[in-house]
């Protein structure tokens, strides 16, 4: 039985960014742009050319894009029946809509909708209820690009560990420690200077400035059970990042794992 008729699920909302529509575009639909505030990403920048999204070591997203309108609307789907294991004809595509409108006073707004799913298992409405809030602060990161680094490419590190525990408790424990404790703060994130951008529930973003300039994303989210994950995301634009990552990636991950001793 085809169940892909039915997509009940939908998420909208609508953000503004600087940037005239040829700026934002470059942003929100190149693999360039999108690597430097969402997740690694490989397109082919066209209608009908592939999308990757890196999820970490072995784990990816693929898609197509499916509209393609310069400066103004790009659609892509992913392909989530692969991704989850299930048949072509139980799933529909997790779609997502950008449109870019202009505004005056060097602005965009951009409306995102993202859409899909539609078996009615009960993994979709918990999907479904954590996708706002782990999908639109990348958007505060998108904001951030855009008003300071706009064009550059960016050198990812990334990285995550699980760990026991309530991810409310822990995510209390991570703040405290790297002293993220009000936005607009000046503060020392392990060796880098930076400034709070964003505290939001379970994450915040920060702007650095030293040693290599950037963007740092602190999160954690429950797991499910008693575990929980403690991450962070940094996209750095500098020409000697690579180095920079290639240090600290290691040297985060385990100061991320002595938060299970901190708690």
């Known amino acids: 039985m085809n169940t892909t008729v039915n997509v009940p699920y939908r998420l909208e909302f609508s ?18 742009g999108m690597s430097a505030w969402f997740l690694p990403t490989e397109m082919e920048e066209r209608e009908g050319g ?22 103004r609307r790009i659609v892509y789907e992913e392909d989530w029946a692969a991704l989850m294991g299930k048949e072509p004809d139980e799933l529909s595509p997790l779609t997502s809509e950008f449109l870019v409108e202009a505004q005056s006073g060097g602005t965009c707004i ?3 909708t993202s859409s899909g ?25 998108l904001r951030l690009y855009l008003t300071h680094f706009p ?11 699980s ?26 994130v392990r060796d880098a200077t930076g400034t709070v951008e964003r505290l939001g529930e379970r994450q915040a973003l920060v702007r650095l400035t030293s040693p290599v300039p950037g963007m740092l994303s602190v999160f954690t989210h429950a797991e499910g059970g008693s575990t929980a994950t403690a991450g962070v995301r940094a996209y750095l634009f500098s ?11 290691p040297a985060w991950r385990v100061w991320l794992q002595g938060l299970a001793v901190r708690a």
């Open 110 to 112: 951009v409306h995102v």
């Open 15 to 32: 953000v503004e960014v600087p940037g005239t529509p040829e700026q934002v575009w470059q942003a929100i639909a190149t693999a360039k």
């Open 117 to 141: 799913f539609g078996t009615g298992a009960a993994w979709e409405s918990e999907f479904w209820d954590d996708m706002g809030p782990s999908w639109m602060p990348f958007f505060d990161n």
């Open 239 to 249: 020409a000697d990042a690579g180095d920079y990552v290639r240090r600290e990636e």
């Open 50 to 71: 592939s999308l990757h999204f890196s999820m970490g070591p072995e784990m990816g997203s693929d898609g197509q894009v499916t509209d393609w309108d310069p400066p």
């Open 163 to 188: 760990l026991p525990g309530d991810a409310d408790e822990l995510w209390s424990t991570l703040r405290d420690e790297l002293g993220l404790v009000e936005e607009g703060a000046t503060v020392e």
């Open 151 to 161: 064009g550059q490419q960016a050198t990812q590190l990334e990285a995550s560990v």
